[in-house]
Structure formats: C-alpha cells, structure tokens
C-alpha cells in the first residue's frame, strides 16, 4: 500500500477549503442580486464564476474527504485520484465560465444596456473582500496539492473578476462608458481561460500516468545504475498517484554475489534521499535472466 499524505495537512486543508466555501456562498447571492439590478454584465460574470467558486471549493472538500477513505480489494490505491479528478472538473468548469461570459460580452457591446455604476463598484468591492480573504485561506496549501491549487485558483481568478467588475463600475459611473462593462468582462475571460490552461494540463498528466514534472526519468535512472552492484535497470516507470505521492518500479539487473536485501536498501534510499519518491517497487534480476512474455494467441 503507497504512504499515506500527512493526515494533519488534510485536515487542514478541508478546514481551509470549509472556511473558504462559506464566505464564497455567502457573497454569491449578493452579487446575483446586485448585478440583476444594476444590470451589470460584470458583476453578473463575476457572480457565475462565485458560483463555479462554490462548487469548486465544495467538489475540493468532497475529493479530500473521499481520498481519506481506506482502500479496498478493487481500490487498491485508494480514492486519492478523486482529487485529481476535482482539479479536472474544476479547470473544464472555468473554461465553460470563460466561454458563457465571452458569448454575453459580445451580446452586450452590440447592445450595450444602462448599467448603475454606482452600486455595481460596492457589489464588486465586497467581492473582492471575500476573494481575497478565501485566497489567503487557501494559499498554504495550494503548492502541496492539486486539487486545492484548482480551488485557490478559482477565488484568484474570481478576485480579478471583481476587481474588473470594480474598474468597470468607475468607468461607468464616472465617464458613462456603459461599454467598458462587457469589455472588462471580455479581458476577464481571457485571464480565466489562461490561469485554467495550467490546471488542465497538470491534471490530464496525472490521470495519463506521465512522469512528475519536477523528476527527470533519466537522472532517476543513472542513479539506479550508479548504485554499486546494479548492472542497468529496465521497465522504469514513475508516475503520481496524486498530490505528493509519486510512485516508482522498475526491474533491476544486479551483479553476481550481490546480496538482494542490500541493493534493494541502498536504491531505495537513493531515490527517497534524491528524488523524494518513498513508495518504490523493484524486480531484482540476476544477469542474463529473461522474462517470459505472453503473446496472444499463445
């Protein structure tokens, strides 16, 4: 069974992800609200990425409290790719924000509607108040996990929203540019859709068992081969199983008189020191041993 992650710092991030939730939810009806009435496209794009907020932070809270589940006879890693697949859903979901306010921005500047600039700032500046603060949350933990990163980047983003929503509202309220409303929301789906890219991409790398970014697979193995008595080392395969857990096997070719036990500590130990990587699996081989293959059919 792999190492489990630090409990204490799960439980410190679900505190942190709770905390965050309800400020998130608690806003989201104001600015819903607010933007109904000020007809304003900004604070209402500001208030459908809240609401991906919510959702986000609540689908975050869920992985984690699936990933501390135990494993089972078919779950024999767990469910720690639940927080994985959050930061998935979290990314697609601000894509899908970005593209709804790109539509309603264009609908807005061909038809631009009254916008009470007034209002709108106070609305936007409470939210970028609860942005903000949900950010400070959420920030201890983003670079530990990436479920939690896909959470904090949604309130960042959504921070960002209300500070555009806020510049929007003064170019309307001081210089009567109704237009700046949809345009603020255009750049803001841009930011969106940049910041969510990343996401994506760190997340479908997991779920394709590719090799940890920070880990490069050819040093790991001159370091195998490097360990006195290992001779070369095929079928390597490092791969994450979720936020700070990379996992590693490989098939080793160890030299005649060589005792197994003691080749086995020293790379295992070589990849904790160098590379951090604690659950390891090697197949010891003895020079010239070939590996039965099935073949179909046979």
Known sequence: MPPHPDSSSRRLQKRQLRRALYLAAGYLLAEV??????????????????????AA?????????????????????????????????????????????????????????????????????????????????????????LNVRGAWLHVVMDALGSLGALAAGAAVWLLGWNWADPAVSLLIGLLIIYSSWRLLKESVAVLMEMAPRAIDVDQVRHTIVQSPGVLDVHDLHVWTITSGMDSLSAHVVIADGQAPEVVLRRVRDSLRQRFGIAHVTLQLEPEGFEEDEERPGI
């Open 57 to 145: 932070l609540g689908l975050s809270w869920f992985a984690l409290w699936m990933a501390e589940r135990p494993a089972g006879p078919q779950q024999t890693y767990g469910y720690y790719r639940t927080e994985i697949l959050a930061a998935l859903a979290n990314g697609a979901a601000l894509v899908a924000v970005a593209f709804f306010v790109f539509a309603e921005a264009v609908r807005r500047l061909r038809q631009p509607l009254d916008v009470l600039g007034g209002p709108m700032m106070g609305i936007a500046a409470g939210g970028l108040l609860v942005n903000l603060a949900s950010a400070w949350l959420l920030a201890p933990s983003r670079h530990q996990n």
């Open 33 to 54: 609200v607010g933007g109904l009435l000020t007809n304003s496209l900004a604070l209402l794009a500001d208030a459908g990425h809240m609401l991906s907020d919510v």
